[in-house]
């Protein structure tokens, strides 16, 4: 069951992956862990002028929206838990510790093999938790 959870998960996390990069994001870091806290995909967007912004991104998978779909899930602890993730993949890479950052969800639900992807770009704020 944990093999199968865990290849389902990666199999999504390629598939959002490849929607950002298709997107025009660069990958920048993939489940990034610290005490407290798992950053699935890290990335950066350099598609607006100016600086480009460390995206963190969220991947939730969940066979149907029965129960909210993956938006749903992220409560304000798990919000807390990304934040304080970013905050230390910042202070890890100090030469994108002063770019613009922004919390991305990618909600996924359907078939593994093929998710039906919604991508919430700026789906919350630091400041809000």
């Known amino acids: 069951m944990a093999v199968d959870r865990r290849a389902r998960g990666h199999a999504v996390e390629v598939a959002a992956r490849d929607l950002l990069q298709r997107a025009g994001l660069t990958e920048l870091a993939t489940n990034a862990n610290y005490r407290g806290g798992e950053l699935d995909l890290v990335m950066q967007d350099a598609t607006r002028s100016g600086t480009p912004t460390v995206v963190f991104v969220e991947v939730r998978y969940r066979q149907s929206q029965a129960f ?9 602890g798990k919000r807390r838990r990304l934040v304080h993730a970013a905050q230390r993949f910042l202070q890890d890479h100090p030469a994108l510790a002063d770019a613009p950052c ?3 969800v990618v909600d996924a639900q359907g078939d593994p093999a093929s998710p039906r992807l919604d991508w919430i770009r700026d789906a919350f704020r630091a400041d809000e938790v």
Do not use: H
């Open 68 to 76: 909210g779909g993956g938006m749903a899930s992220i409560d304000t």
């Open 102 to 104: 922004r919390f991305d």
